[in-house]
T-cell receptor
Framework: DAGVIQSPRHEVTEMGQEVTLRCKPI?????LFWYRQTMMRGLELLIY????????DSGMPEDRFSAKMPNASFSTLKIQPSEPRDSAVYFC??????????FGEGSRLTVL | GEDVEQSLFLSVREGDSSVINCTYT??????LYWYKQEPGAGLQLLTY?????DMKQDQRLTVLLNKKDKHLSLRIADTQTGDSAIYFC?????????????FGKGTHLIIQP
């Protein structure tokens, strides 16, 4: 298994543009998490899914943020429109059936 | 609410032991974790401890849990340059972290030659 795969690894965009981050989780998982990491706030849980169903999205900062998980192999986090304060590293993570939380390498977003 | 706190920096000499401390507020935490993040990478699980344990050892790593004081520590023996990273303490209420982990802001471990 290649682990949790995120794309793009780096994205630079202008304020107002739509941003879509993608995650391919490891096989055999049942939960998927989106985290955001900044220097000021550290790691924040944005949303998590269990069996492809969103369970808790209370961490999503604003309506500009949305996440979907159409199937067990794919999830997206979308920001529309993006703002400079959205600049951060966004991590996707999944829990393996063994209970260990596996993180992707992250997507570094810069909004100018 | 849930809160996990750590010191932001720790500097140690190569070969010495490093002790990274963490405090948490939620007494219902069932699992407590230590993650390591190297530059430009995601977080990697180092070790975890169940709340009904008070110590766990794994090679150079020793985790101590004081549930009464809600204090968790990670000791790295014989600290090496490859240990230079950010170390995150995290807690989970549900078994296996199924509800998502709450992380501290991380401790930057700096190794001096």
């Amino acid at each position: 298994d290649a682990g949790v795969i995120q794309s793009p690894r780096h994205e630079v965009t202008e304020m107002g543009q739509e941003v879509t981050l993608r995650c391919k989780p490891i096989s055999g998982h049942n939960s998927l998490f989106w985290y955001r990491q900044t220097m000021m706030r550290g790691l924040e849980l944005l949303i998590y899914f269990n069996n492809n169903v969103p369970i808790d999205d209370s961490g999503m900062p604003e309506d500009r943020f949305s996440a979907k998980m159409p199937n067990a192999s794919f999830s997206t986090l979308k920001i529309q429109p993006s703002e400079p304060r959205d600049s951060a590293v966004y991590f996707c993570a999944t829990i393996h059936l063994t209970g260990e939380l596996f993180f992707g390498e992250g997507s570094r977003l810069t909004v100018l | 609410g849930e809160d996990v706190e750590q010191s932001l920096f720790l500097s140690v000499r190569e070969g010495d032991s490093s002790v990274i401390n963490c405090t948490y507020t939620d007494s219902s935490s069932t699992y407590l974790y230590w993650y390591k993040q190297e530059p430009g990478a995601g977080l990697q699980l180092l070790t975890y401890i169940f709340s009904n344990m008070d110590m766990k050892q794994d090679q150079r790593l020793t985790v101590l849990l004081n549930k009464k004081d809600k204090h968790l520590s990670l000791r790295i023996a014989d600290t090496q340059t490859g240990d230079s990273a950010i170390y995150f303490c995290a807690e989970s209420l549900m078994g296996g972290g199924a509800d998502g982990l709450t992380f501290g802001k991380g401790t930057h471990l700096i190794i001096q030659p």
